[in-house]
């Protein structure tokens, strides 16, 4: 009786391996071309696969906590769009390599340990959402129409399935983050995580909060943002600036007066040249680009290509073709346009992805971090059908707040893009008292931005001379802000 018992037992380890220990070998990224070293943490990547006939495949690449991964938080990385990969936070932003472009024509870009990787302090799951995205895919292409509502509801599931694959992540703090359209992303999947908690639905997440910068979130406040920001940032006359106000009597996003009409438009071309994601990077104009990287650019997708020999993608960081809101906030109700199909009508204005195409689409990359082929190319935004059906996402953050989950958005103070005048009007739009007044933020014992803090654990947070994608242009100062956030200290 007790050798049967002792069978039994040693079966029941081996299935408990098998089903636990066995499918994360399989995800385990072992070396990554252009690397070469050891991983400061392991990483992790594949696919969850959501049911139906046929089923959908997300794709997830995790990365581990360097710091300590039994305690550390795990948090959800979501770049925006919609209808953009995740991996451009990866490459770009705070994943743990650095990216410098290849030596040699044709070569794969080499990585180089990041200092300031997100990774240091939390595990950071890089999804492509919603399918069709990035390495996400499903051989049924009639998937790849989208909305809000079904994508939080998407993500919601690929979240229980990604704990049941990581159960010993289950009890880690977690949360969500990201930019851009990710404004609305964000606020739906976390309203969708918290019925899921309070409806007992298992695994049981250990969700505490959110985080989203330069995001997003309600048509009026985006909308009115730019004529403002432009001004106080000396873009426009204080003539122009008296004669909209007046005209438009605080209206810029759509007024039917013909005459506010016409000074919104001349406002529009005195900008038409800076870079919107950053007005203070250079914007490179059709005709002036120079490719210091490569160049053949038959690896480029056709977008790239319908943009003329004579445009050549940049160096590594001189990019953003496809930048997670495609033009200009607000996001009206309804169907989106995006990139590919903004295109037709518009000049993408100073823009390139270039190192994330090259290597990620290199078919030792791909075998390295388990992407199937049926996902097809990758390129960093594509052509969805997305209709934005969530509405505005203030009622989203005061229910999420008022519930006791913290919060923190941030903003570069100097995207034009989502400026970051709309968000702090609508951050003070939610009513909360004032806790820790507008004071300066400090990294490397410089002032890195502004801080407000409000009851609710509901805090607004700038970061000088930072642009859309924060991380990009300010990475010691997001890693900084990010690491005291998720530890609860003074920012």
């Excluded at 007024?255 to 005195?270: E, G, P």
Aim: proline letters at 6%.
């Amino acid at each position: 009786m007790a050798m049967l018992n002792l069978m039994l037992f040693l079966m029941s380890i081996s299935v408990f391996m098998a089903l636990h220990f066995y499918p994360l070998e399989a995800a385990l990224v072992r070396s990554l071309p252009g690397f070469k070293g050891t991983f400061p943490s392991k990483h992790y990547s594949g696919y969850v696969t959501l049911e139906g006939n046929p089923p959908k495949n997300l794709f997830y690449y995790f990365v581990v906590s360097e710091k300590n991964p039994v305690r550390d938080p795990v948090v959800l990385w979501l770049n925006g769009g919609p209808g953009c990969s995740s991996f451009d936070g990866f490459v770009y932003e705070h994943g743990p390599f650095n990216f410098e472009a290849a030596k040699q024509r044709g070569g794969l870009p080499v990585l180089h340990l990041n200092p300031y990787s997100w990774s240091k302090v939390a595990g950071i799951i890089y999804l492509d959402s919603p399918i069709g995205v990035g390495f996400s895919y499903s051989v049924n292409t009639s998937y790849y129409v989208n909305g809000d509502l079904q994508t939080a509801a998407e993500t919601h599931l690929f979240l229980l399935k990604w704990f049941e694959k990581f159960p010993e992540f289950i009890a880690n703090p977690f949360y969500i983050a990201g930019e851009s359209y990710a404004g609305i992303y964000i606020p739906t999947v976390a309203s969708d995580v918290v019925k899921g908690i309070k409806a007992g639905v298992k695994p049981i997440i250990n969700f505490k909060g959110y985080m989203v910068g330069n995001g997003v979130c309600d048509s009026d406040y985006d909308g009115n943002s730019l004529v403002p920001f432009a001004h106080g940032m000396g873009l426009i006359s204080d003539h122009m600036f008296k004669e909209a106000e007046v005209l438009c009597k605080g209206n810029y996003r759509n007024s039917i007066n013909v005459d506010c009409q016409k000074i919104l438009t001349k406002i529009d071309r005195v900008l038409d040249d800076l870079n919107r994601y950053d007005i203070l990077e250079p914007c490179f104009h059709s005709g002036e680009l120079k490719d210091v990287a490569n160049g053949n650019m038959s690896f480029l997708p056709e977008s790239f290509k319908q943009l003329g020999s004579t445009e050549r993608p940049l160096a590594v960081r001189k990019r953003m073709f496809g930048r997670a809101w495609p033009f200009r906030a607000p996001v009206e109700d309804g169907i989106i346009p995006l990139w590919p199909q903004l295109m037709r009508k518009v000049t993408v204005p100073c823009l390139d992805d270039v190192q994330a195409t090259i290597w990620l689409n290199n078919d030792a990359v791909r075998k390295a971090i388990h992407a199937n082929p049926e996902s097809g190319n990758w390129s960093l935004c594509v052509d969805l059908r997305y209709t934005h059906d969530a509405g505005s996402m203030l009622s989203y953050h005061k229910n999420l707040s008022s519930s006791g989950y913290r919060v923190l958005i941030y903003s570069g103070d100097h995207d034009m893009c989502v400026p970051f005048t709309g968000t702090q009007a609508w951050t003070q739009s939610l009513g909360y008292q004032i806790v820790d007044e507008w004071r300066p933020w400090r990294s490397n014992g410089q002032v890195a931005g502004f801080i407000q803090e409000y009851a609710n654990n509901f805090t607004f947070l700038t970061v000088k001379g930072a642009g859309h994608t924060v991380p990009e242009y300010k990475p010691r100062e997001s890693f900084d802000f990010f690491s005291r956030w998720l530890n609860g200290q003074r920012i």
